[in-house]
């Protein structure tokens, strides 16, 4: 599941990209799909983005927000899937954020409802119940609970060391209206303390997918989304597999992808 590289040169005279971006080397998640500023060490372009937003992709909404945007692959992916819908996004690095607003305007996208702050500062940008539906990959990890990674940027999205996961959804709670969904990927051994967050938040769980590398293995992420103020009752969904019996990707990931074969 690696993107791929395209190199767009502009001809003599010709516009330069959208957003106003000098031609060059973007990565794509596929042919013809959303073009994206080169990973890096710093920005790694995440699979577990490009799930979380198919995973998202059928919940609709007119106001839409990427909780801890990173470089803005999630971003740019509901802006894909939710075609002129209104795109708010928060990072609390600088760097990241801008580059999500390039991320945005290099497909065409707006920027303008990208914030550079503090998560925990929501209720003084935003009023209640203000989206439809919010989505977030946060950070992985409790603070102090292992090695952290060596590119601080990289440390700050895997561990929990500005926003806990009870922060987040009760950001999350707040913004949304009645019903608005939140979706989210997440570690497996959270699954339990996630519910309790949420439900605490008063988003009720309501749908579960388990994502497995093969059909035999134990999980390594899920995907949840929840509704606020929602009825008890949470449907689990068939797995998704990410490798077939010989290696390759499944048909999922090909669909997903939009690879030939889907």
């Known amino acids: 599941m690696t993107t791929t590289r395209s190199t767009e040169t502009a001809p003599d005279g010709a516009s330069p990209p959208p957003g ?19 990973a890096g060490p710093a920005f790694p372009l995440s699979t577990d983005s490009v ?13 839409l927000l990427d909780l801890g945007c990173g470089g803005g692959v999630l971003t740019v992916l509901l802006g894909v899937s939710h075609p002129g819908a209104s795109l708010h996004a928060v990072e ?14 290099l497909n ?4 303008a409802g990208v914030i550079t702050g503090d998560l925990r500062s929501y209720r003084s940008w935003w009023r209640a119940g203000s989206f439809d539906l919010a989505v977030s990959n946060p950070p992985y990890f409790p603070a102090g609970s292992g090695l952290s990674a060596p590119v601080p940027a990289r440390a700050q999205a895997r561990e929990e060391r500005s926003l806990t996961l ?3 959804c009760a950001a999350a709670g707040w913004l949304l209206r009645w019903g608005g969904a939140f979706a989210l990927v997440h570690r497996p051994e959270r699954l339990s303390e996630l519910c309790c967050a949420m439900t605490a938040a008063g988003i009720e769980p309501k749908r579960l997918r388990l994502v497995q590398h093969r059909a035999d293995a134990a999980p390594n992420l899920i995907l949840m989304e ?10 689990l969904e068939p797995p998704l597999i990410l490798t077939g019996p010989d290696g390759g990707d499944s048909p999922e990931v090909r669909r997903i992808y939009h690879r030939k074969g889907a």
């Open 108 to 111: 065409g996208l707006s920027d």
């Open 51 to 63: 799930l979380l937003g198919d995973f998202a992709a059928s919940v609709r909404g007119k106001a």
């Open 166 to 168: 009870d922060e987040l």
């Open 20 to 38: 106003g971006e000098p031609p060059g080397a973007f990565d794509t998640l596929w042919e013809n799909g959303p073009r994206l500023l080169p």
């Open 92 to 105: 609390l690095l600088p760097e990241a954020a801008e580059r999500c607003r390039e991320n945005l305007r």
């Open 226 to 235: 929840g509704r606020r103020g929602g009825r008890p009752g949470l449907r």
